[in-house]
């Protein structure tokens, strides 16, 4: 199985490119020195940094006021910082024990342009206050997330950024 240096997606075997991002599939013959694989990791890197620059992840919450809701729009991170790295709101929320799963609304900014996501997340076991959050994982899919006050996080089916 071959992962690919730019977005950690799986590469199939005897594939070119990578499904994810469509960078080379890159292949080493016999060893890889210590120093190549760091100049390789170096261009994954600014590789990565391109692809993601300017994409954009904000969450959707709603607070309630004397005259009914309230939708705000909350960035939670660039694309480049949530690679591989949970970031959470600065907000909690109450839990909704009878739900099984919340539908979180959020938007992923590319160029300008706005993509709106549906996206269902369990509710995570355990009582008191939920806070949400998002990360990229590999091949640059993006969660949603859900954190409880214990420490449990459940994630969003995954969403492949780049395709948006």
Known sequence: MNRCMVCGGVIPEQAGNCPYC???AVQ???ECSDEAMQRLE???AVKRGKLLEGISVQL???DWKNDGLEQHTVSVGAAEELYHTEKWLDLNFAPAYQLRELE???VVVR???QKQLHLCVPVPDGSGELRAGAMLDDGFCLYVLLK???GTVTRSEPVELLKL
């Open 148 to 150: 409880s006050e214990n």
């Open 111 to 113: 160029g300008g342009q």
């Open 22 to 24: 469509g960078e080379y």
């Open 42 to 44: 170096q261009k994954a």
């Open 28 to 30: 080493v013959i016999g």
């Open 60 to 62: 959707v919450t709603l």
């Open 104 to 106: 979180i609304k959020s």
